[in-house]
């Protein structure tokens, strides 16, 4: 048993993050790509098994669990996800599940409580005392997903947009978006529209506006405040919607590259009402449990304070 090794991959619209660790909850070695969501990404799979590739051969490897997003939720898509996993690791005990149900198995500790997602998608994810799930949310960026990244970094275009054309008070955020996008302020439409006709991986790229309009609503600006503030509304609304599953004092976390915002998470905070409980495991740490208990593994303490501490070293090598 000490010998065996688990993998553990963490999918997302923006990033996949495969990790081998060993018996102690040590992380050894990662690979860390681009977004793998087969509702937007034609290339998904190409990018999924690019990063798969350099554990197929591992001699020691007894379990591996896959945590990918829409898994689940279109059932030909879920086939082709379960198909690249059996065809990357044929010999190996193997689990498939959602990206979300996974960060929630690993936030709580396959506990109940209700797990608020914002990541380039956004969902709300709640599983009870009887091990019974429901969820809220994850319809994707047509349909839904407010609250995530892309809705924020859409919401920012939108805002920019229409200050610019003074059907919106000014914002800061307009002369921001301008100048991280390297856009000549003398022609906003054409240095939009150009950025706009260009992206390779729209859903990801404009996501990645989020970060800008949680810096500017830090510094103060109005309309990138209210922003964050509508999103924070958006996220308590998948959070209430699955409250009454879980039972009226039901615990809640967070998960999702959204989250590294302390101004959501506080907003949040605020339109839930009540604190959040501190993630026991980071999504990865989800998958890596999925897998340990795919092989009985009895994890300990200590097992859950190892993946957390050499997963931060993962997350910081993705930054």
């Given at each position: 048993?000490?010998?065996?090794?688990?993998?553990?991959?963490?999918?997302?619209?923006?990033?996949?993050?495969?990790?081998?660790?060993?018996?102690?909850?040590?992380?050894?070695?990662?690979?860390?790509?681009?977004?793998?969501?087969?509702?937007?990404?034609?290339?998904?799979?190409?990018?999924?098994?690019?990063?798969?590739?350099?554990?197929?051969?591992?001699?020691?490897?007894?379990?591996?669990?896959?945590?990918?997003?829409?898994?689940?939720?279109?059932?030909?898509?879920?086939?082709?996800?379960?198909?690249?996993?059996?065809?990357?690791?044929?010999?190996?005990?193997?689990?498939?599940?959602?990206?979300?149900?996974?960060?929630?198995?690993?936030?709580?500790?396959?506990?109940?409580?209700?797990?608020?997602?914002?990541?380039?998608?956004?969902?709300?994810?709640?599983?009870?005392?009887?091990?019974?799930?429901?969820?809220?949310?994850?319809?994707?960026?047509?349909?839904?997903?407010?609250?995530?990244?892309?809705?924020?970094?859409?919401?920012?275009?939108?805002?920019?947009?229409?200050?610019?054309?003074?059907?919106?008070?000014?914002?800061?955020?307009?002369?921001?978006?301008?100048?991280?996008?390297?856009?000549?302020h003398a022609a906003p439409i054409n240095g939009l529209g150009a950025w706009v006709s260009t992206l390779t991986n729209p859903r990801a790229e404009i996501a990645a506006l989020s970060r800008l309009v949680d810096q500017v609503?830090?510094?103060?600006?109005?309309?990138?405040?209210?922003?964050?503030?509508?999103?924070?509304?958006?996220?308590?609304?998948?959070?209430?919607?699955?409250?009454?599953?879980?039972?009226?004092?039901?615990?809640?976390?967070?998960?999702?590259?959204?989250?590294?915002?302390?101004?959501?998470?506080?907003?949040?905070?605020?339109?839930?009402?009540?604190?959040?409980?501190?993630?026991?495991?980071?999504?990865?740490?989800?998958?890596?449990?999925?897998?340990?208990?795919?092989?009985?593994?009895?994890?300990?303490?200590?097992?859950?304070?190892?993946?957390?501490?050499?997963?931060?070293?993962?997350?910081?090598?993705?930054?």
């Open positions: 048993m000490s010998g065996e090794l688990i993998l553990g991959i963490d999918g997302g619209g923006s990033k996949v993050l495969v990790a081998l660790a060993d018996h102690s909850g040590r992380i050894l070695r990662t690979s860390i790509g681009g977004g793998v969501n087969p509702m937007d990404n034609p290339n998904w799979r190409q990018e999924l098994e690019r990063h798969l590739e350099p554990f197929r051969h591992e001699a020691r490897l007894s379990a591996v669990a896959a945590a990918l997003p829409a898994y689940g939720e279109v059932s030909h898509l879920s086939a082709l996800q379960r198909d690249a996993i059996d065809q990357a690791f044929p010999d190996i005990p193997r689990q498939v599940l959602n990206d979300v149900d996974a960060a929630h198995q690993g936030a709580f500790a396959g506990r109940p409580g209700i797990l608020v997602l914002s990541g380039t998608g956004s969902m709300s994810w709640a599983r009870n005392d009887q091990g019974a799930s429901a969820r809220s949310g994850g319809w994707g960026d047509v349909i839904g997903d407010e609250g995530s990244s892309h809705w924020i970094g859409r919401q920012a275009l939108s805002l920019v947009s229409q200050s610019l054309d003074g059907r919106a008070p000014p914002t800061a955020l307009a002369a921001a978006l301008l100048d991280y996008l390297c856009i000549d609503a830090m510094k103060g600006d109005e309309g990138a405040a209210g922003l964050v503030e509508r999103a924070a509304d958006e996220l308590a609304k998948h959070c209430r919607a699955v409250a009454g599953h879980c039972g009226p004092d039901a615990r809640w976390t967070y998960a999702g590259g959204t989250f590294s915002s302390h101004f959501l998470l506080d907003a949040l905070e605020r339109h839930i009402g009540s604190p959040p409980v501190q993630p026991k495991l980071p999504p990865i740490g989800g998958a890596l449990l999925v897998a340990a208990q795919r092989l009985d593994w009895p994890l300990e303490e200590g097992w859950f304070g190892q993946i957390t501490a050499t997963a931060k070293g993962c997350d910081r090598a993705s930054k």
